[in-house]
């Protein structure tokens, strides 16, 4: 019982964010034998936990700052050039049997960006991304900033193949073009 009061006490100190998606964006990034290809992630749903009295306040490492209540991304919200295009990409998320791509966090760990007034810091996360019905454990290094208006912005960049998520490489015209392996996933997110 003294651990769930801990626990429940931790949380009150939290602020919770959620991500505002007219000021986010998600990009997709991949090649081909033919060029380069993207696609937009439009919608981001996500619960975040924030210990802005310990993140605004810190001068060294610390740990377990954020909490993640559930990061997910409609696969139906990923759209791209043209409409074959954004079929092909639901085609080959599994978006019938497996609708949402899905980020569970695991911990995290936050370093002040030194001379930045406390207001930059660096976030290294570790979790689980599921996607089309497969499970990648990743490491992330996420770029971060309080912001005067009291948002927080969260970027960077991960990188991930298509084999990660057992999905086999696009192609078309009977295989002479077909999509590179690996993919680049940039964002800014505005919480």
Same mark, same amino acid.
């Given at each position: 019982?003294?651990?769930?009061?801990?626990?429940?006490?931790?949380?009150?100190?939290?602020?919770?964010?959620?991500?505002?998606?007219?000021? +986010?964006?998600?990009?997709?990034?991949?090649? +081909? %034998?033919?060029? *380069?290809?993207?696609?937009?992630?439009?919608?981001?749903?996500?619960?975040?936990?924030?210990?802005?009295?310990?993140?605004?306040?810190?001068?060294? @490492?610390?740990?377990? =700052?954020?909490?993640?209540?559930? =990061?997910?991304?409609?696969?139906?919200?990923?759209? *791209?050039?043209? @409409?074959?295009?954004?079929?092909?990409?639901?085609?080959?998320?599994?978006?019938?049997?497996?609708?949402?791509?899905?980020? %569970?966090?695991?911990?995290?760990?936050?370093?002040?960006?030194?001379?930045?007034?406390?207001?930059?810091?660096?976030?290294?996360?570790?979790?689980?991304?599921?996607?089309?019905?497969?499970?990648? @454990?990743?490491?992330?290094?996420? +770029?971060?900033?309080?912001?005067?208006?009291?948002?927080? %912005?969260?970027?960077?960049?991960?990188? =991930?193949?298509?084999?990660?998520?057992?999905?086999?490489?696009?192609?078309?015209?009977?295989? %002479?073009?077909?999509? +590179?392996?690996?993919?680049?996933?940039?964002?800014?997110?505005?919480?």
């Amino acid at each position: 019982l003294p651990f769930a009061v801990a626990a429940q006490q931790a949380d009150i100190e939290k602020t919770l964010f959620t991500v505002d998606n007219a000021q +986010s964006t998600m990009l997709i990034k991949g090649g +081909s %034998t033919v060029g *380069s290809w993207d696609a937009d992630v439009t919608v981001i749903q996500a619960e975040i936990m924030v210990d802005m009295y310990a993140l605004q306040s810190i001068d060294g @490492n610390a740990d377990g =700052l954020f909490s993640l209540n559930g =990061l997910t991304i409609p696969v139906k919200q990923i759209q *791209s050039d043209g @409409n074959r295009m954004t079929n092909n990409i639901h085609k080959y998320l599994k978006e019938n049997s497996h609708p949402n791509i899905t980020f %569970t966090l695991s911990e995290t760990s936050v370093s002040p960006n030194p001379g930045s007034d406390g207001k930059r810091f660096e976030l290294n996360a570790k979790g689980t991304i599921n996607a089309a019905g497969a499970s990648k @454990n990743v490491d992330m290094v996420l +770029s971060g900033e309080l912001n005067d208006n009291g948002t927080i %912005t969260l970027s960077g960049v991960q990188h =991930l193949g298509f084999s990660d998520f057992n999905i086999d490489r696009p192609s078309a015209m009977l295989g %002479t073009v077909r999509a +590179s392996e690996e993919l680049e996933i940039h964002y800014t997110i505005v919480l």
